[in-house]
């Protein structure tokens, strides 16, 4: 069982490219989440998926879109990268969308815009 | 604003002692409450959770504590390790809010281990 899984580990872009990070999850969750985290800070919600076909902005959503796939991934975009979205990028995932559940991350994405 | 904040960033415990990390709520009607570890280079990873109808739960060496009195929070780790060295955060649910938008994370505490 893996749980969740998210490529690339490690990606440098410049100002201006576009990438996607890829995040899958193999637990049969329903909902999926992405959270960016900077250092001294807490993570921070960026868009969230509460069931396949839905997703939705989180608290700092500008400059990204996401892909719910299907069930088991939800991909983020970042259309054209800027210095400010260097950051370290977390997926995760809960059995449904519910306030009683814990989140499952995975390992995350070391994301550098130059 | 509302926020989850911690006393103390970082913590440094004898291998062996207890530790104890705090976290401060400012929302009186959050009802749900997580701690998370993260060691360096990998994700959170869920410690122990607690609802606001209890004051205290207990897992493996971990316990929490909640006061709603005084909207505090804390995890304490019996006879500390090596391997407990990590970043430690408190979360919050917060009711009213849309679904995901309701769990909010605080800036995290380093708990480090003297040999």
């Known amino acids: 069982n893996a749980g969740v899984t998210q490529t690339p580990k490690f990606q440098v872009l410049k100002t201006g490219q576009s990438m996607t990070l890829q995040c899958a999850q193999d637990?049969?969750?329903?909902?999926m989440y992405w959270y960016r985290q900077d250092p001294g800070m807490g993570l921070r919600l960026i868009y969230y998926s509460a069931s396949e076909g839905t997703t939705d902005k989180g608290e700092v959503p500008n400059g990204y879109n996401v892909s719910r796939l299907n069930k088991r991934e939800f991909s983020l975009r970042l259309e054209s990268a800027a210095p400010s979205q260097t950051s370290v990028y977390f997926c995760a995932s809960s059995p449904w969308d519910s306030n009683n559940s814990p989140l499952h991350f995975g390992n995350g994405t070391r994301l550098t815009v130059t | 604003g509302e926020s989850v904040g911690l006393h103390l960033p970082t913590l440094s415990v004898q291998e062996g002692d207890n530790s104890i990390i705090n976290c401060a709520y400012s929302n009186s009607a959050s009802d749900y409450f997580i701690w998370y570890k993260q060691e360096s280079g990998k994700g959170p990873q869920f410690i122990i959770d607690?609802?606001?109808?209890?004051d205290k739960r207990q897992g493996q060496r971990v316990t929490v504590l909640l006061n709603k009195t005084v909207k505090h929070l804390s995890l304490q780790i019996a006879a500390t390790q090596p391997g407990d060295s990590a970043v430690y955060f408190c979360a919050e649910s917060r009711p009213g809010y849309s679904s995901a938008s309701k769990i909010i994370f605080g800036s995290g505490t380093r708990l480090s281990i003297r040999p």
């Open positions: 607690i609802r606001s109808n209890m």
């Open positions: 637990m049969n969750h329903n909902s």
